[in-house]
């Protein structure tokens, strides 16, 4: 787990720069209003949400006030009370999701894209929601019907077969970095935000049943990037090569880090009463996940390994 220090340092070198610029693009207010100063600094406020996603807690209520005021005293001289820290949650929304841009991982030409449910409530209770009315959805997964939203993931593969494995493990270099996300309703297509996430990737992107598609695959490959799924039963067979099929069987890599962001992160609860702190528990969630040391792997062996290609160029990317 990284140290809240190492971390605090991290997210306040981007604070300072991102204030001055962001404050210079708001709009005046034509009345002006007296602005309360903050006791927690905008990084301050920001490291202890993200720092809940690594702490192991399980409601962000019990963090606050059992560890954070109880054990940070001395790296926040300034904590204010948990009623008052949750108000002050949403004014990191916007530095959050900037940051997350900086963390993102290294295009290599091999990706891997999937979906996961975040259920805001239990499907008894989904009439009666206020919070979320409008937004949230009714989807449905292979686990079955679920009233909320989606989140869409592309990670990496971060194999780089240029760096002989250190001491023996071929999993050195081998980590699912994130590459880019999006949240949808939960009655949204997988196979809809896809052209969005893939705008700055080339190569080879791997998904499962779910994201079969001629028109979807012929626009991809015109932007440089073979779209790899496996074969429905009445679909008409096809050769691939042995990257093709080692890839498609690892990318439960991706279902790993789903689960790794749902069971340790925690970015899916049933608790959130406002819109602009889900959206924060997940931004979170997702930063805390890139701070991880040890990422989930491809697990490939020694003959896997000799398949994987160097870092490709765009122009190379479909050649392989």
Known sequence: ????????????????????????????????????????????????????????????????????????????????????????????????????????????GISFIDSTRLPICSNNRATRNKVFEGLANWGKSSTGWFFGFKLHLIINDKADATQPPLYGDWNAHQ??????????????????????????????????????????????FEKGIKFITPFRKKM????????????LRKRSLIETVNDQLKNISQISHSRHRSVLNFMVNIIAGLIAYTHQEKKPSLNLDHEEYTYLPSMLTPSESLLF
């Open 1 to 108: 787990m990284i140290e809240i220090e190492t971390l605090f340092y991290q997210i306040d070198d981007f604070c300072q720069a991102f204030s001055p610029i962001f404050e210079s693009h708001l709009l005046p207010h034509k009345v002006v209003k007296r602005k309360r100063k903050y006791k927690l600094s905008l990084s301050e406020v920001a490291t202890i949400v993200v720092y809940f996603h690594c702490s192991g807690y399980r409601n962000f209520k019990d963090y606050y006030v059992k560890y954070v005021l109880k054990h940070f005293q001395l790296e926040f001289p300034k904590l204010v009370s948990y009623n008052r820290f949750v108000e002050l949650i949403p004014s990191v929304l916007m530095p959050l999701i900037l940051y997350l841009n900086t963390r993102k991982g290294e295009v290599t």
């Open 175 to 220: 980590e699912g970095e994130l590459l880019s996300f999006q949240v949808t309703p939960g009655n949204v297509d997988d196979r809809v935000p896809v052209k969005d996430l893939v705008e700055e990737l080339f190569g080879k992107l791997y998904g499962d049943k779910g994201y079969i598609s001629s028109p979807l695959f012929q626009k991809l």
């Open 236 to 247: 008409k067979n096809r050769l691939l090569p042995m990257i093709d099929k080692i890839m």
